[in-house]
């Protein structure tokens, strides 16, 4: 090989390595959303039952959800404790970035942020720790980015949670509801 073709080599090396790098840097966006939770169960292993017997599942819809984020009559203790209420109902994610984000209940309340990444085509998996309940939590998604960028006009997925100091672990099925 000619000193000349070594050279050629690198450099294309070179702009590969470089170019693959720039492709996943961070990029920020600053978009928010509010988030609605559609459905989901929490799996209450705080509740004592006996070995090989099924502890109890909170199902709940909808409804349920922005109930719980309100703290209505029909809410349960949980929604007090571990979350910042609001009239709405609604959940606030601030989309810093394709590799961070924060999320809110009450738009003076708790800041959760959750890192990952977004890939270009919109799909994404970020993770954080709740700031009110310690909870383990996992974002796996897509978000409807616009034409040639990583700004999103909208995003839907799923929250998954645990924590061993609530004992309970669940899943959230969510969509964004609008910009606020």
């Not at 705080?46 to 909170?58: A, S, T």
């Not at 609604?90 to 924060?102: C, E, I, K, P, Q």
């Not at 890192?115 to 954080?128: E, Q, R, S």
């Not at 720790?129 to 839907?156: C, E, F, R, W």
Request: proline share 3%; glycine share 8%; hydrophobic share 40%.
């Amino acid at each position: 090989m000619t000193v000349n073709a070594v050279c050629k080599l690198f450099a294309a090396c070179a702009l590969s390595v470089v170019g693959a790098s720039a492709h996943s840097a961070e990029t920020a966006v600053n978009a928010q959303f509010t988030i609605k939770a559609l459905s989901g169960y929490v799996v209450q292993n705080d509740v004592l039952v006996n070995p090989g017997v099924k502890p109890p599942v909170g199902k709940f819809n909808a409804k349920k959800a922005a109930h719980c984020i309100q703290a209505t009559q029909d809410s349960d203790s949980f929604c007090d404790i571990y979350l910042d209420n609001n009239d709405q109902g609604v959940a606030y994610l601030y989309y810093d970035s394709n590799r961070s984000w924060r999320l809110k209940t009450h738009l003076d309340g708790a800041v959760t942020t959750l890192t990952g990444n977004v890939d270009p085509t919109g799909a994404f998996m970020m993770t954080g720790v709740h700031a009110l309940s310690g909870a383990q939590i996992y974002a796996v998604g897509k978000a409807k980015l616009n034409k040639g960028s990583l700004t999103p006009k909208s995003l839907s997925g799923t929250l998954y949670f645990t924590s061993t100091d609530i004992e309970e672990f669940g899943v959230i099925k969510f969509r964004s509801a609008g910009e606020f």
